[in-house]
């Protein structure tokens, strides 16, 4: 299924190679936008600029990518991503898929979810793989865009500010060198160096407990499932978590409370009896990665800090259960991309960059939230706290309630911006989910009797998803919408109807110019899920967030919204933000 | 629905003198973990969150107030 030959992309190292910056220094130019770490978000981020037309340098501290077990778990919102930039279904082909998770106290199953409990998705809820196959294919779609230039073994010492640009100190073997530009997006992890550069901080706080990582490769029987433990036979008084990753290997978390020694523990003679009171004295395992964390739910103040965009780890951490950290840094890259390049080429004023921060920070706080409610639960902070767990736990092996204050993970679901400045509020009722501000579902559609998918067909641009046939638009409609796609901030027209396009459909959609599409919604989906009624229109903005609806097609409604969703006129009201409970709707 | 302060028990004496009862030979540690799950399935009964959070509010006044302040604010 692999287009490649298996690579090791543990192993793989990078060349340095001199850049323009050195080998010419008077034909340096100020660039648009250097990234600086070349990990999952940093790479999203540069393929999803260069997608958008925009010039980037990636500069990367060392020529490796990821080792060890890091991120595993890639929900589908990220799949969707990951869809939208080009390397989806390797992803796919090489996770694992799955949907359901199971959690037992000692040895009884209390608690089983499933997250995708309805048909008609390209993507499960999550697959798991590894960080290092995900960004080595990552890196390999980067490779694709020649407006990527790559720079490994290029330290960032220092920054200083210009009016009109960012200049970066390099650091590389041959030297160090400046490297100027008018944006930078700090994707350079928790630790992030430019973070302390520049003298900021995130705070929160820290849990006084250890986890160990051992990843073991084996032939087992169990499911692709999340499997979580309180309390097992096997691990007394602590919790365990499973889970199957591609290449036969699993990765198991113990959970060992703060008095262990992360040195002594990460030694063989004390990891290996730990996994053989899971898989039995007999199992035949190999040790794959071993480690000792402690972790942190922090976050900066601001992401903004003038030309410079703190984004993923940089910006906010998590624990992680529930998989939020480096799903939602790939939706920090995806919020980020668009509205750069919409500066960038002049569509957008520069304060179009604010909304990344003020929706992404409002984003963090709700993965904040759900991960230290989780980590509250598995590592109680005080005696009460941990009175009261165990008293769930108790009460769940009877009672149905309890089960339900079982949290051993709210697992990592978009946010949908509330509130954001970019959103029109509703001017007539709508049911579901697709409120301004969600990030847009998937449901399978025809086009031209080819199976296929909804969210592609949304794409990176902004787009109106039209509740009706184009035949049925009337006449005087169609110069208005013409002109919405040849404008400044041009408009991608996409038509979902009941019924197969007819021919007066197709005469309508050249008229209406190359970008226009129609589509069949096969099972009625998308107009369930997006309350779709006749001539229901929807404007999506390129990172597939919905931002307006109405119940009628009105061009002027458009413009006008497309003006606001590209930060040229303020929103008169925000729509109000729901109390934190409205998040949790999920398992 | 808010918090119903005014006398609601049925047998206000009888109420007191089982719970003091549920605690009868536990040490302080068991004790505390009995009425943990007294509280939750109480609390589950209820369901309504403005009364539990009036009631924690209620419980804790006087004690801490800007614990006090804080839940005012989740609810």
Redesign the interface.
């Known amino acids: 299924m692999n287009p490649t030959p298996a690579i090791d992309y543990q192993q793989q190292r990078f060349t340095y190679q001199p850049c323009l910056e050195q080998t010419r220094p008077a034909d340096a130019a100020v660039h648009p936008v250097v990234v600086i770490g070349a990990g999952p978000v940093g790479l999203v981020t540069a393929i999803d600029l260069a997608r958008q037309g925009i010039r980037v340098v990636l500069v990367d501290e060392d020529d490796t990518l990821s080792s060890g077990s890091r991120a595993i778990c890639f929900a589908k919102r990220t799949l969707d991503i990951f869809d939208r930039i080009g390397c989806g279904q390797r992803m796919v082909d090489k996770g694992v898929g799955w949907n359901r998770g199971k959690v037992f106290l000692r040895e009884e199953a209390i608690y089983e979810f499933d997250l995708l409990p309805e048909c008609g998705h390209a993507r499960p809820a999550f697959i798991n793989l590894q960080q290092y196959y995900v960004e080595g294919y990552l890196l390999e779609q980067a490779r694709q865009h020649s407006l990527i230039e790559l720079r490994w073994k290029s330290r960032v010492s220092a920054i200083a500010h210009h009016a009109d640009h960012e200049a970066l100190t390099v650091e590389t073997p041959e030297g160090s060198y400046l490297l100027k530009a008018r944006y930078v997006v700090a994707a350079d992890g928790s630790r992030s160096p430019l973070r302390k550069m520049m003298g900021l901080e995130s705070v929160g706080h820290t849990f006084r407990d250890r986890f160990l990582i051992a990843d073991v490769k084996m032939a087992a029987p169990f499911p692709a499932e999340r499997w979580f433990w309180f309390d097992p036979p096997f691990h007394p008084n602590q919790s365990v978590l499973l889970h199957r990753q591609p290449d036969d290997v699993w990765r198991i978390d113990f959970q060992l409370g703060w008095d262990a020694d992360p040195v002594l523990e990460r030694t063989p003679e004390r990891v290996i009896p730990r996994v053989q009171a899971l898989l039995g004295k007999d199992a035949q395992f190999t040790l794959e990665w071993v480690s000792v964390y402690t972790f942190s739910c922090v976050r900066m103040d601001r992401f903004r800090h003038g030309r410079v965009l703190f984004v993923g780890d940089a910006a906010h951490c998590v624990s992680p259960f529930g998989a939020r950290g480096a799903n939602s840094g790939i939706q920090d890259a995806e919020n980020l991309a668009w509205k750069l390049a919409f500066v960038l080429q002049g569509k957008a004023p520069d304060s179009l960059l604010d909304s990344y921060a003020s929706e992404r920070e409002f984003a963090a706080d709700e993965n904040l939230l759900n991960s230290t409610r989780s980590t509250d639960f598995i590592t109680p902070k005080s005696a009460?706290s941990r009175?009261?767990r165990?008293?769930?736990l108790?009460?769940a092996h009877e009672?149905a309630?309890?089960r339900r204050?079982v949290n051993s993970g709210r697992l990592s679901l978009p946010a949908t911006l509330h509130g954001s400045l970019l959103s029109s509020a509703d001017s007539a009722p709508f049911h579901g989910a697709m409120q301004a501000g969600a990030p847009c579902t998937d449901a399978p559609v025809l086009t031209d009797t080819i199976p296929g998918w909804l969210l592609p067909h949304l794409g990176d641009q902004f787009v109106a998803m039209i509740f009706a046939p184009p035949a049925s638009l009337s006449a005087a409609l169609l110069p208005a919408l013409v002109r919405l796609t040849e404008g400044g901030l041009p408009l991608r027209l996409l038509f979902v109807s009941g019924a197969q396009a007819s021919a007066e459909d197709h005469t309508v959609l050249s008229a209406l110019g190359d970008g226009a599409v129609q589509v069949q919604d096969i099972e009625g989906l998308v107009a369930q899920r997006y309350d779709g009624q006749p001539h229901t229109c929807y404007l999506i903005r390129p990172d597939q967030h919905v931002c307006a609806r109405w119940r009628t097609v009105d061009a002027a409604a458009l413009a006008q919204a497309l003006q606001r969703a590209t930060g040229h006129e303020p929103a008169a009201q925000p729509a109000p933000v729901p109390d934190a409970?409205c998040y949790l709707c999920m398992t | 629905m808010s918090l119903n302060t005014a006398p609601n028990l049925a047998r206000p004496d009888d109420f007191y003198e089982a719970l003091i009862e549920m605690h009868r030979g536990l040490d302080d540690a068991t004790s505390?973990?009995v009425n943990?799950?007294l509280?939750?399935?109480l609390a589950?009964h209820i369901g309504g969150?403005e009364v539990l959070i009036e009631a924690m509010q209620r419980a804790r006044a006087g004690v801490d107030p800007a614990v006090s302040t804080a839940l005012a604010e989740a609810a």
Do not use: P
Request: net charge negative; charged share 15%; aromatic share 10%.
């Open positions: 009460v009175c009261f165990d008293a769930v108790a009460l009672h309630f309890a204050l409970a | 505390q973990d943990a799950r509280i939750l399935l589950n969150h």
